[in-house]
């Protein structure tokens, strides 16, 4: 089985699909992206033209446009109006148009099907990180959502702060901003920069996905 990433940044879903179980995991973005974590299975290009790679040449698709157009980071810049791409029902047309079996994923309040919410509590790791797709051509069960744990006041410090890793911008009320911390938190340890790191998607989250559609293909 090989597998087409779409939009792929440094590769968190790449290697998640490598871990459920592909044989191959090709990914491409319209960047150049120096972390992704195999070069030699890296193509640059435009996700939605297909001048790059044929999609019908893979078994399964995963794709993750950008999610400024609706993450809540980014609602400030929005009513300042500010405007950032919205791919998702161009990247979907795309994608039904090659009658393979696909994923979506993007944030929270983005307009996608909620077929499947995952959460990083659900895999054990020291981040929320919520995030819905939207499935077609195979069903994915829904894990269990554990309860989030409460704050955590750390010796030293007046104020409480979350026992999960926030990866993203600044790193919130995150009990840590220290680089490895984030990178345990995810479970990627290839990307040393934490403005492409905050971009992934963890692995853990593609790989329970794609081992949910290896075990229903035939």
Not at 40 to 48: Q, S, T
Not at 103 to 128: A, Q, Y
Not at 139 to 160: A, F, R, S, V, W
Request: net charge positive; aromatic share 12%; hydrophobic share 35%.
């Amino acid at each position: 089985m090989i597998a087409l990433d779409l939009f792929c940044g440094a590769g968190g879903a790449s290697k998640g699909l490598l871990n459920a179980g592909f044989e191959r995991v090709i990914g491409l973005d319209n960047k150049e992206q120096r972390y992704y974590f195999d070069e030699y299975e890296f193509v640059l290009g435009d996700a939605l033209t297909q001048n790059y790679v044929d999609p019908k040449a893979f078994d399964f698709i995963w794709a993750s446009p950008p999610c400024q157009a609706y993450s809540y980071a980014s609602k400030k810049y929005r009513n300042k109006g500010k405007k950032y791409p919205d791919l998702i029902a161009a990247t979907r047309e795309m994608l039904l148009k090659t009658g393979k079996p696909f994923v979506l994923e993007n944030v929270v309040g983005s307009p996608l099907r909620k077929d499947l919410l995952l959460c990083g509590e659900m895999f054990g790791l020291r981040i929320v990180r919520h995030r819905i797709f939207e499935t077609h051509g195979f069903k994915c069960k829904q894990p269990e959502h554990p309860k989030h744990k409460i704050p955590i006041t750390i010796k030293g410090l007046k104020k409480k702060k979350s026992w999960y890793m926030q990866v993203a911008g600044h790193g919130g009320q995150s009990y840590s901003f220290k680089l490895k911390d984030w990178q345990n938190a995810m479970e990627i340890n290839w990307i040393h920069n934490r403005h492409t790191l905050a971009q992934c998607v963890p692995p853990a989250y593609a790989e329970y996905i794609g081992r949910q559609f290896l075990e229903a293909t035939p």
